[in-house]
T-cell receptor, first 110, second 114 residues
Framework: RKEVEQDPGPFNVPEGATVAFNCTYS??????FFWYRQDCRKEPKLLMS???SGNEDGRFTAQLNRASQYISLLIRDSKLSDSATYLC???????????FGKGTTLSVSS | EPEVTQTPSHQVTQMGQEVILRCVPI?????FYWYRQILGQKVEFLVS????????KSEIFDDQFSVERPDGSNFTLKIRSTKLEDSAMYFC????????????FGPGTRLLVL
């Protein structure tokens, strides 16, 4: 299994839709997980950290299933401004590096 | 809000030339990182640095690359003899703690090797 695998997308949804992204990871020892957001030609920016079974922040919910080594990101009530690439990120086995997935592209239209 | 800064924002160089990319991490952070992203590809880890030593490096970070913290604020990435395939966006990041801790990224330097 590759270190981090994500749905490639793109996901094209209308405003107000609910959309979910999936991610699987190979390092079973990982204790923390991250979702970063990356706008075109910009730096990755932290969206959410996940340290236990899940995390919720407004319209965004991250779920973690350690047994299946699976992380998801749910976005409710999508806004035009949510259009971006969402990166699933897991620490390296040595623990100092972040290992990025290829990202899932979301396009929200009016 | 404190942020990581990087200079220059863009750099164009000839193959075989040396380049130095500069970063100023968040001031109270102790751990520093370089990543790169080739156009259209995923973000890739290069190196992590703490206490004036490399903590971890990837296979990409070969002898052509080096890092340095020349003073109390700057963190640099040097590429000794650039290749065409070094063309990418280079991101610096920093974190307060090591381990499975949030890293904050700078805006990147876009390097083009001709």
């Amino acid at each position: 299994r590759k270190e981090v695998e994500q749905d490639p997308g793109p996901f094209n949804v209308p405003e107000g839709a609910t959309v979910a992204f999936n991610c699987t990871y190979s390092n079973s020892a990982s204790q923390s997980f991250f979702w970063y957001r990356q706008d075109c030609r910009k730096e990755p920016k932290l969206l959410m950290s996940v340290y236990s079974s899940g995390n919720e922040d407004g319209r965004f919910t991250a779920q973690l299933n350690r047994a299946s080594q699976y992380i998801s990101l749910l976005i409710r009530d999508s806004k035009l401004s949510d259009s971006a690439t969402y990166l699933c990120v897991v620490p390296s086995e040595a623990g100092t590096a972040l290992i990025f997935g290829k990202g899932t592209t979301l396009s929200v239209s009016s | 809000e404190p942020e990581v800064t990087q200079t220059p924002s863009h750099q164009v160089t000839q193959m075989g030339q040396e380049v130095i990319l500069r970063c100023v991490p968040i001031s109270n952070h102790l751990y520093f990182y370089w990543y790169r992203q080739i156009l259209g590809q995923k973000v890739e880890f290069l190196v992590s640095f703490y206490n004036n030593e490399i903590s971890e490096k990837s296979e990409i970070f070969d002898d052509q690359f080096s890092v340095e913290r020349p003073d109390g604020s700057n963190f640099t990435l040097k590429i000794r003899s650039t290749k065409l395939e070094d063309s990418a966006m280079y991101f610096c990041a920093s974190s307060l703690l090591l381990g499975q801790e949030t890293q904050y990224f700078g805006p990147g330097t876009r390097l083009l090797v001709l």
